[in-house]
């Protein structure tokens, strides 16, 4: 397996640009996490999904945050529109449930919005 | 809450020095604890993880870490440190009662003095 697989893996937009970030989990693999990491707050867990479906999107910033995993093998992120201050490396994840121990991570994207 | 504290932001040690990060967390009930590795640009790589049984935990590397319920802690450790070694490493729980997902702390920086 090729592992989890994020794109693009850099993006620059200007600000007020839609932004849409995709990932691919790992095969098998029945939860998807969407993390966030910035120097100010860390990594935050933004949103996770349990068999496609979102479970806690207590992390979404606010409304011009959505995301979706409309199969098993794909999910997106969106931000519509995007701000300067949503610059960061946004990371999913997945894992094949609670014991499964292989909470892997994607190599992130890294969004820039001027 | 649950909670991760990492209580040192940056560590300096010499190449060749054994190695302790401090992880200490909050949560209510057993926990599975994660350390991860992150160099500058990369994504995060899994180091080791404590589901349950031996608390004393081997990873890859030559890292170790022992979990401490008395002390609600999970240090990481390394006997001789390499040049390699130079990263940020993050401590986190899953939360089992929640999709397993994961909270991280907020991250330590080390450096490998030559």
């Known amino acids: 397996d090729a592992g989890v697989i994020q794109s693009p893996r850099h993006e620059v937009t200007e600000m007020g640009q839609e932004v849409t970030l995709r990932c691919k989990p790992i095969?098998?693999?029945?939860?998807l996490f969407w993390y966030r990491q910035t120097m100010m707050r860390g990594l935050e867990l933004l949103i996770y999904?349990?068999?496609?479906?979102?479970?806690?999107d207590s992390g979404m910033p606010e409304d011009r945050f959505s995301a979706k995993m409309p199969n098993a093998s794909f999910s997106t992120l969106k931000i519509q529109p995007s701000e300067p201050r949503d610059s960061a490396v946004y990371f999913c994840?997945?894992?094949?449930?609670?014991?499964?121990?292989?909470?892997?991570f994607g190599p992130g994207t890294r969004l820039t919005v001027l | 809450a649950q909670s991760v504290t990492q209580p040192d932001i940056h560590i300096t040690v010499s190449e060749g020095a054994s190695l302790e990060l401090r992880c200490n967390y909050s949560?209510?009930?057993?926990?599975?604890l994660f350390w991860y590795v992150q160099s500058p640009g990369q994504g995060l790589q899994l180091l080791l993880k404590?589901?349950?049984?031996?608390?004393l935990v081997q990873g890859i590397k030559g890292f170790e870490a022992e979990f401490k319920r008395s002390q609600s802690s999970f240090n990481l450790r390394k006997p001789s440190v390499h040049w390699s070694d130079a990263a940020e490493y993050f401590c986190?729980?899953?939360?089992?009662?929640?999709?397993?997902?994961?909270?991280f702390g907020q991250g330590t920086e080390l450096s490998v003095k030559p």
């Open positions: 994840a997945s894992s094949p449930g609670l014991a499964g121990g292989l909470f892997l």
């Open positions: 095969s098998g693999h029945n939860s």
């Open positions: 999904f349990n068999n496609n479906v979102p479970i806690d």
């Open positions: 949560y209510g009930a057993t926990p599975y």
């Open positions: 404590y589901f349950s049984g031996d608390t």
């Open positions: 986190a729980v899953g939360l089992y009662n929640q999709g397993g997902k994961l909270i």
